[in-house]
């Protein structure tokens, strides 16, 4: 378990001068494998990670530790899903340096692709293209559940739906803003989504098109979204550059919106990562060994014994003095 330390929310964070990532290997639940291209993902949940993207990911979190400037990574390495979750019986292919979803029409269904981190306040840079260009999809931020849970209800939903009859087209924040005025290209798209504490913006080829303030601030998964619908069976969504940045102060956007913390401890990697989290995804329960200590709290000293009232020591008894011998009587 990570050294870890806390901020405003009850939102834990991760030490990096001790951090352990939660790296995890083939413990996941194999099912049949339905897709036909190279690289193709069966309806499975399985989470994987090699020793040379664990190295990189140490050294960036170490770089990140050290210094309060942005560091901007890779999370998708363009050959294959190493680092991300299958949740869902959606196909999920890797061709040509691009994620490709569809529904398997054999057994038509959604689904969701899981990172495999936790992330808090960051910005997430992204390439979409969808086929036909009014086909549904998403990004999901701050799943809590990391997709035990329905995504859209557990996290926070951005909208990708090129149509101009639907109230929340591309770059809406489901539930809370919908977005103003996209612009969408006929090939690859840009998105931004910036999140910081419980502020969220949302630009679309370089526009701000929706912002909206969240009710609640936690720590959780990013995730694409298939969207599973009949009327989407043909549809194929494709993502491409996810560059995710972690913040650890309120962005230029936000600075006017967000009071400094008086009580944030500084150097703390905005996300939470936590050994055992492939476990927690299956459903099991962590082993006790991997559970935080609690505190324990000394025991308080022993009261001192009262002191004895002094007891005052007995009076002797009064003895009457005897009684003086009568004169003799004269001869």
């Known amino acids: 378990m990570a050294s870890r330390g806390r901020r405003p929310g009850g939102v834990a964070y991760a030490h990096p001068e001790r951090l352990q990532l939660g790296v995890h290997t083939s413990t996941a639940r194999r099912g049949r494998d339905v897709g036909s291209a190279p690289n193709s993902v069966p309806f499975k949940r399985e989470v994987c990670m090699t020793g040379l993207v664990r190295a990189s990911m140490v050294a960036c979190l170490c770089v990140i530790g050290c210094?309060?400037?942005?560091?901007?990574?890779?999370m998708f390495n363009g050959k294959d899903l190493t680092g991300f979750t299958v949740v869902g019986p959606a196909v999920w292919n890797v061709r040509e340096g691009m994620i490709e979803t569809y529904q398997d029409p054999a057994?038509?269904?959604?689904?969701?692709?899981?990172?495999?981190?936790?992330?808090?306040?960051f910005e997430l840079l992204l390439k979409f293209k969808m086929?036909?260009?009014n086909g549904n999809s998403g990004v999901i931020i701050r799943d809590a559940s990391m997709g035990r849970e329905d995504a859209g209800s557990s996290g926070i939903e951005i909208q990708i739906l090129d149509r101009p009859d639907v109230p929340n087209r591309t770059g809406s924040i489901m539930g809370l803003a919908a977005s103003i005025d996209p612009v969408l290209l006929p090939d690859w798209n840009?998105?931004?989504?910036?999140?910081?504490?419980?502020?969220?913006?949302?630009?679309?080829?370089?526009?701000?098109?929706?912002?909206?303030?969240?009710?609640?601030?936690?720590d959780?998964?990013?995730?694409?979204?298939?969207?599973?619908?009949r009327r989407n069976l043909r549809n194929r969504a494709y993502f491409k550059d996810l560059m995710i940045t972690p913040?650890?102060?309120?962005?230029?956007?936000?600075?006017?919106?967000i009071a400094p913390a008086q009580d944030e401890e500084p150097g703390l990697i905005p996300f939470a990562i936590?050994?055992?989290?492939?476990?927690?995804?299956?459903?099991?329960?962590?082993?006790?060994?991997?559970?935080?200590?609690?505190?324990?709290?000394?025991?308080?000293?022993?009261?001192?014994?009262?002191?004895?009232?002094?007891?005052?020591?007995?009076?002797p008894a009064?003895?009457?003095?005897?009684?003086?011998?009568?004169?003799?009587?004269?001869?």
């Open 190 to 218: 840009e998105m931004r989504i910036l999140a910081y504490r419980e502020w969220i913006r949302v630009d679309v080829n370089g526009k701000k098109v929706c912002e909206a303030k969240a009710p609640k601030v936690n």
């Open 67 to 74: 210094s309060s400037t942005p560091v901007r990574h890779s």
């Open 107 to 121: 057994k038509p269904g959604g689904g969701y692709l899981f990172s495999e981190y936790r992330f808090r306040d």
């Open 274 to 315: 936590e050994q055992g989290a492939a476990r927690e995804l299956e459903g099991e329960e962590r082993p006790a060994a991997e559970k935080p200590e609690e505190p324990v709290e000394p025991a308080p000293a022993p009261a001192p014994p009262p002191t004895p009232e002094p007891v005052p020591a007995p009076e």
């Open 247 to 257: 913040l650890f102060l309120p962005p230029p956007e936000f600075e006017d919106k």
């Open 220 to 229: 959780g998964g990013i995730a694409l979204q298939c969207y599973g619908s």
């Open 318 to 331: 009064q003895v009457p003095a005897p009684a003086p011998a009568p004169p003799p009587e004269p001869a």
């Open 131 to 133: 086929v036909p260009r």
